[in-house]
T-cell receptor
């Protein structure tokens, strides 16, 4: 079974600064997907970024980028130029790479507060 | 295109009552699933389905039933509500092809008193 660990329950960052959220995972699989989801106070789950394990290049989406270290089983999220709208709960998630849709396994989340 | 629609958004039940949380999607996704979210525990899988007539248990299935009679609908039934089932419930759907992204509903906040 796969496990996902987010060791930072809460973090705070000032507007315009950069913050990194940590995520580690445990799996015996060699091919898989990793995700970061954002959950603002509205409760909606929003996909932030996705990484395919067989791709060595780190994924980037505008101000969001990841540092994917496959050997270390680490998948951190960097948010650059933080904005007040980035205030949310962030979840790291794992999915096996199979021929069909697979279950998402989530971490416990990191609550990020962006301050003025 | 409505995506994934969950109803109701809020519900209060008394211990022992039963109810059904509704989930419908209009994207023709084969894969549908139910998660519950509890503080400090992330989202945990309750049940999932890979197509009409096919369901399976997730990590925390006890106290819940599901059925999938159509591609569009995947209701979650609480048979006899308990305070331990107080939680936020999310329905999500995905195409069956590998790498298809999940689309989540807006969630149902359930309180059992």
């Amino acid at each position: 079974a796969q496990t996902v660990t987010q060791s930072q329950p809460e973090m705070s960052v000032q507007e315009a600064e950069t913050v990194t959220l940590s995520c580690t995972y445990d799996t015996s699989e060699s091919n898989y997907y990793l995700f970061w989801y954002k959950q603002p106070p509205s409760r909606q789950m929003i996909l932030v970024i996705r990484q395919e394990a067989y791709k060595q290049q780190n994924a980037t989406e505008n101000r969001f980028s990841v540092n994917f270290q496959k050997a270390a089983k680490s998948f951190s999220l960097k948010i650059s130029d933080s904005q007040l709208g980035d205030t949310a709960m962030y979840f790291c998630a794992f999915m096996r790479l199979t021929g069909t849709a697979s279950k998402l396994t989530f971490g416990t989340g990191t609550r990020l507060q962006v301050t003025l | 295109n409505a995506g994934v629609t969950q109803t109701p958004k809020f519900q209060v039940l008394k211990t022992g009552q039963s109810m059904t949380l509704q989930c419908a999607q209009d994207m023709n996704h084969e894969y549908m699933s139910w998660y519950r979210q509890d503080p400090g525990m992330g989202l945990r899988l309750i049940h999932y389905s890979v197509g009409a007539g096919i369901t399976d248990q997730g990590e925390v299935p006890n106290g819940y039933n599901v059925s999938r009679s159509t591609t569009e609908d995947f209701p979650l039934r609480l048979l006899s509500a308990a305070p331990s089932q107080t939680s936020v419930y999310f329905c999500a759907s995905s195409p069956l092809r590998v790498g298809g992204g999940y689309t989540f509903g807006s969630g149902t906040r359930l309180t059992v008193v």
